[in-house]
Structure formats: structure tokens, C-alpha cells
């Protein structure tokens, strides 16, 4: 391709009117089909803006992967800031996906380096929080802190947050928690002590196909020009969402079939688009997980996912895909880690939901036991083509 016909690509026309609106940071301006959870967040979170003490609320929206949780909650935090304005309440709204802060102690540093432009370098997390805390009470703020993805954090990490009006006294927290978590994840860290910290508990359902059709239509009308997807496909990607239970899953199909559309300079999607892009969407697997993976992470996964290829059985095991690891750093000339970290690499994917792992006893008793891994949600050979493309992005420049 020459420079003019570089250029010319920039000329043509695109099937998009805002493709941002698909993003999955995107706040909408309407919120369909999610009233009772919205109603129930401004019952516990109003007190903020109406009593003199501003007391510390600490609420939790629990569901499935696709069913708005995290929608939801930015939609709230974006429009209960706007009330705040109004009512001369200086809120701040602070979101953090645990996806790339994995830890009280870095959300703790990245709150203090934005407020007190500190660095954090020698207090303790309880210091750090102390010096926020002072700093909201002389501005005379008020901060909601939105954790998403919490189970990633230790039951003891999100007990402290739960507890920072217990810690500091409540004349002093001038700080509530939004948590968001999946059902299941959040069972694995719950506890009676955690429990007892919650004013609410959030549950939401998955889309059904009436809701799935309005909130698509309407993300459809913003994001794409007019014609480009018809009422007949809308239809179609609304039954692939309520058939995965995953309204995630249907937004990517737009956003798939459109970029589709303007690399192949068609005017519209049809029906064998969509069914391509569904294709290439994996409902429960999420790739901006993918995107907060340490190096040595990705370099794990993708030694999991060759030991599976090469095996082709479903399952792999760990001394194999630390042999794949071993092979995988030599050839992009990076320094391998030892088995035990790459172990805990294993694990910390497992904690993800990219892999599932499991330790199994070998019929020979001699041997003992060994851990055997397996993918979750997508095929080893498309795993493979993501994690590589991104490798040579990373270590091939």
C-alpha cells in the first residue's frame, strides 16, 4: 500500500456513527431494563447527599458476566455525581477494575497520587488512606470509591475496605463502597464478617429477549448509521443473547459486523456477518482480561495453551507447559522464571477464569500426584493467534 492509498482508507465511508458507544467503558444516557437495581442504589446512597454526617454506605451488585453489572453501577456513580453538583455536594467518583489493580494496597497509591499527588513511598496502606480520608474532610468531599471485579482482591482487602468507617470513625470516612463481583466469585470470598459490612446486596437476572431487543435497538440507533443493521438481525443477535445469557455478547456482534463491514466497504450487515461475528465471540471469555496480564503471565498462558495443542487432549499438564513456557521465553530472548513461579502464574490464571486447573492422582503410586490444566471458554488455536499477535506487538518492534 503507497501513501495515497493509505490516505484514501481515511476517505471512505463508515457504517459507524459512534463506535465508542459499543465500547465496554461506554456510560449511556438512558439505562433500560434496570429500574430496581437503580432505585434500590439511590434508597441506600441519597443519605449521602441529605444528612449533615454523610454517613458510609457499603452496597455490592452481584450477577452473571453480561447482565450490566458494571453499566450499571458507572451509570449510577456518573448521574449521582450530577445530582451532587446540583445540590452543592462536592462528590468525586472513583472506579477501579481489579483486572488491573489486583491489590488495596495499588488502588490505595493510585487514590493518594491523584489527591494528595503523594507517592505513597513509606506509609502504610492505613497511612495512605488516613491522608485521603484528611484530604476529603479539608476539601469538604465526599468520595464513592466503585470496585468491579472485587473477588480478585483477598477476603482481608475487601473486608478493609468494608471497615474504613469502623477503622477511622464515621465522623472521619467521608468514603462508600460500590462493589461488583459475579455470583460465584463472590462466594468463594464471603464471609460473616464481610456480610455484616454490606447495607445491600444487588442481584440482576439476565436479559430476556423483550429487554435484549430494546437495549440493542437502542445501542444499534447510536453507534450505526441508519439502514446498516435491520430490525430482522436485531432480532437474531437479541436470541444469541438470551441464548448465552450475555448482553456483552451481542454488542460485540455490532461492533464485529460493522468493523467487518467498513474493512470490506459494504453499506450493511447481513445475516451471514452476524452469524461470522457470533462465531468469533466467546460470551464467558473476556479479553480485556487478556489485555491486564503481566508479561510473564501471558508467556505462562501461552505455554498452556501450545502443551494443550500439542497434546491434543483437553488437558495439559503443568510440568509440559513449563517445558512450552521454557521454549516461549528463549525464543523472544526473555529470562524464563523458575516452575514455582510459573506455578503461581497457573494459579493466578485460574483465579481469572482463563483456565481451570486441577490436581490428580497418578495411577502409578510412585509418582505421586500431578495438576492438570485446561482452557475455559475458547479454543486453544484462537488463544493461541491472540497471544501471539500480541507478542509480536510487544517483543518483535
Same mark, same amino acid.
Given at each position: ?37 437503580? !432505585? ?33 453501577? /458507572? ?7 450530577? =445530582? ?76 478493609? &475496605?468494608? !471497615?474504613?468507617? %469502623?477503622?477511622?470513625?464515621?465522623? !472521619? ?18 464471609? +460473616?464478617?464481610?456480610?455484616? /459490612?454490606?447495607? $445491600? ?9 423483550? $429487554? ?5 435497538? @437502542?445501542?444499534? +440507533? ?19 443473547? =438470551?441464548? !448465552? ?14 468493523? @467487518? ?13 452476524? /452469524? ?5 465471540? @466467546?460470551?464467558?471469555?473476556?479479553? %480485556? ?15 498452556? =495453551? ?15 507447559? &513449563?517445558?512450552? @513456557? ?11 522464571? =523458575? ?27 510412585? /509418582?505421586?500426584?500431578?495438576? +492438570? ?25
Amino acid at each position: 500500500m503507497d501513501e495515497e492509498a493509505f490516505r484514501k482508507q481515511f476517505t471512505k465511508k463508515s457504517v459507524f456513527k459512534k463506535l465508542g458507544s459499543l465500547d465496554k467503558s461506554w456510560v449511556p444516557d438512558k439505562l433500560y431494563c434496570r429500574d430496581d437495581a437503580l !432505585n434500590t442504589l439511590i434508597v441506600n446512597y441519597r443519605r449521602i447527599l441529605e444528612e449533615k454526617e454523610q454517613p458510609s454506605i457499603n452496597c455490592l451488585i452481584l450477577g452473571k458476566g453480561g447482565v450490566g453489572k458494571t453499566c450499571t453501577s /458507572r451509570y449510577f456513580g456518573k448521574n449521582f455525581k450530577t =445530582v451532587a453538583t446540583e445540590k452543592d455536594v462536592n462528590l468525586f467518583i472513583e472506579y477501579f477494575d481489579c483486572i488491573n489493580f489486583r491489590s488495596k494496597s495499588k488502588i490505595i497509591r493510585e487514590l493518594l497520587a491523584k489527591y494528595t499527588h503523594g507517592s505513597g513511598r513509606g506509609y502504610s496502606d492505613d497511612e495512605a488512606l488516613k491522608l485521603i480520608l484528611t484530604k476529603l474532610i479539608r476539601d469538604n468531599g465526599y468520595m464513592l470509591l466503585i470496585i468491579d471485579e472485587v473477588h480478585l482482591l483477598k477476603p482481608d482487602d475487601v473486608l478493609a &475496605f468494608l !471497615n474504613i468507617a %469502623e477503622t477511622f470513625g464515621h465522623q !472521619n470516612a467521608k468514603l462508600s463502597i460500590l462493589l461488583i463481583c459475579r455470583g460465584a466469585d463472590w462466594m468463594r470470598i464471603e464471609n +460473616e464478617r464481610i456480610l455484616s /459490612r454490606l447495607n $445491600e446486596k444487588i442481584p440482576l437476572e439476565p436479559y430476556n429477549f423483550e $429487554e435484549s431487543m430494546q437495549i440493542l435497538t @437502542y445501542r444499534s +440507533e447510536i453507534a450505526l448509521r441508519e439502514y446498516v443493521l435491520d430490525e430482522e438481525l436485531l432480532t437474531m443477535i437479541a436470541q444469541i443473547v =438470551v441464548e !448465552n445469557k450475555n448482553m456483552r455478547h451481542g454488542i460485540e456482534i455490532i461492533r464485529k459486523s460493522g468493523l @467487518y463491514c467498513d474493512k470490506e466497504g459494504l453499506d450493511f450487515i447481513t445475516a451471514d456477518i452476524v /452469524r461470522a461475528a457470533s462465531d468469533d465471540v @466467546y460470551p464467558t471469555f473476556r479479553a %480485556e482480561i487478556i489485555d491486564g496480564l503481566k508479561d510473564q503471565e501471558l508467556l505462562a498462558l501461552l505455554g498452556i =495453551v501450545r502443551s494443550l495443542m500439542n497434546s491434543g487432549t483437553p488437558f495439559a499438564l503443568v510440568d509440559d507447559a &513449563f517445558e512450552e @513456557y521454557q521454549s516461549i521465553c528463549e525464543s523472544y530472548s526473555i529470562e524464563p522464571h =523458575v516452575k514455582m513461579s510459573f506455578r503461581k502464574y497457573v494459579r493466578q490464571l485460574a483465579q481469572l477464569k482463563i483456565i481451570a486447573s486441577k490436581t490428580v492422582r497418578i495411577e502409578d503410586a510412585t /509418582r505421586g500426584r500431578h495438576l +492438570e490444566i485446561t482452557l475455559l471458554d475458547i479454543p486453544a488455536g484462537k488463544l493461541a493467534e491472540l497471544l501471539e499477535d500480541i507478542f509480536e506487538r510487544k517483543f518483535l518492534k
